[in-house]
Each structure stands twice: as C-alpha cells, then as structure tokens.
C-alpha cells in the first residue's frame, strides 16, 4: 500500500521558517508531480505548492515569493521551506500527487502565532 508521511511541522511565531517534509513508501511517486496540501478548521484543502517529476514548480498567490518546494527523488523525498509566516498560513499540511492520489496521509500541523 502507498504511503505519504509528513513532518516537521509545530509551533512558530509569526515571521518565522519552517520547513516541511515528506516521504514515499514507493519510488512510483518519482514518475508523478508532487505537490503540498493545506487545510484549516472550517475550510477546505487547497494546493499551495506543486513540482513535477522535471523539477518545475508551481506556488499559490497566497505563499508565492515566501514558500519553497523541492524534491530529492533518490530519497522519495518532498520538502517545503516556508519562510515569513503568517497567522493565516495555519493548517494541517499535506503532501500528495498532483493530481492526488485518493489516500492522504496524517498530515503536519502548522501554527502561527501572531
């Protein structure tokens, strides 16, 4: 079975970095776009950042210039360096295909305090 973990998400004052991580169980996911998934209480979940298999990245309006993806195939690893944060960047962080896959994992949450 296909599994996604992520980590490194916690407790961080407004202005400050965190960064994200995310690991396969499978290097099928070096064949896919990867992207990074948010979701707050009450809302629904969003993209706010996506790569392809190539290396080329796509960000949300909301996180563009403050938010990084990457991605290391050889260690079916996705990342996101998130830099200058925001109250409203709080949520549960996700990383899945782009499109996804239909199983998501616990997810990381993130809290910006202000």
């Known amino acids: 079975q296909v599994q996604l973990v992520e980590s490194g998400g916690g407790l961080v004052q407004a202005g400050g970095s965190l960064r994200l991580s995310c690991v396969a169980s499978?290097?099928?996911?070096?064949?896919?776009?990867m992207g990074w998934y948010r979701q707050a209480p009450g809302q629904q979940r969003e993209r706010v950042a996506s790569i392809s298999a190539g290396g080329s990245t796509n960000y949300a309006d909301s996180v563009k210039g403050r938010f990084t993806i990457s991605r290391d195939n050889a260690k079916r690893m996705v990342y996101l360096q998130m830099n200058s944060l925001k109250p409203e960047d709080t949520a549960v962080y996700y990383c899945?295909?782009?499109?996804?896959?239909?199983?998501w994992g616990q997810g990381t949450q993130v809290t910006v305090s202000s």
């Open positions: 899945n295909t782009v499109p996804n896959f239909p199983s």
């Open positions: 499978t290097s099928i996911f070096n064949l896919h776009a």
